[in-house]
């Protein structure tokens, strides 16, 4: 089945610094969508993307819908402490009834 | 304002017990979900519902149990055929829109 390969599963950053992610698939997905964890909460939609090639801003988050359909970033700049958390990519199964299929997730850990 | 939901927080469990979480949504959204969470491994599907009195199985469906008599509502049972329930569980439900939105979370452990 559809699967989503997240990475790195987990980083530890000094604050300040630029955060990089990826999610990637053997699958085409038509939609890519990012959400944040934070502790003992559910996750929150931060960006979606919807075409090959888009590039979308979310304050200093920023995520790219890859050319081959297949893998999406998400960048980070300038992390402050409520950057922590676990970073989710997903994306809509196939097969329709709005399931979404998750990667692992990316935790990120910030030193202040 | 609009949202889901998720009751208790916290909940404790006994060897062979069964014990039922709530999900309780008032977007007017037709699709929900149960997500089960644990360390390093994302969400897994365990079961999910498109319309009132109807659902399916997800991806770990064993030793779980749902219902949906009403739309708002979509209560999930761990029963004791779940060998393994220590877990976060989270509810979701979606409308005409793209992704999700979660509840925040029951934290179900085994004592």
């Known amino acids: 089945g559809q699967q989503l390969n997240q990475s790195p599963q987990s980083m530890f950053i000094q604050e300040g610094e630029d955060v990089s992610m990826n999610c990637t698939s053997s699958?085409?997905?038509?939609?890519w969508l990012w959400y944040k964890q934070e502790p003992g909460e559910g996750p929150v939609l931060l960006i979606a993307?919807?075409?090959?090639?888009e590039l979308t801003s979310n304050g200093r988050l920023t995520a790219q819908f890859g050319i081959t359909r297949k893998d999406s970033f998400l960048n980070i700049s300038a992390s402050i402490p409520s950057d922590v958390g676990i970073y989710f990519c997903?994306?809509?199964?196939?097969?329709?009834?709005?399931?979404?299929?998750f990667g692992q997730g990316t935790r990120l850990t910030i030193n202040p | 304002d609009g949202g889901i939901t998720q009751s208790p927080k916290y909940l404790f469990r006994k060897e062979g017990q069964n014990v039922t979480l709530s999900c309780e949504q008032n977007?007017?959204?037709?699709?929900m979900y149960w997500y089960r969470q644990d360390p390093g491994q994302g969400l897994r599907l365990i079961y999910y519902?498109?319309?009132?009195?109807?659902?399916q199985k997800g991806d770990i469906a064993e030793g779980y149990s749902v219902s949906r008599e009403k739309k708002e509502s979509f209560p999930l049972t761990v029963t004791s055929a779940q060998k393994n329930p220590t877990a976060f569980y989270l509810c979701?439900?979606?409308?005409?829109?793209?992704?999700?939105?979660f509840g925040s979370g029951t934290r179900l452990t085994v004592v």
């Open positions: 699958s085409i997905f038509n939609t």
């Open positions: 993307l919807y075409k090959a090639g």
């Open positions: 519902s498109q319309i009132v009195n109807d659902f």
């Open positions: 997903a994306g809509p199964m196939i097969q329709g009834a709005q399931k979404l299929v």
């Open positions: 979701a439900s979606i409308g005409t829109g793209i992704g999700y939105t």
């Open positions: 977007l007017n959204h037709d699709a």
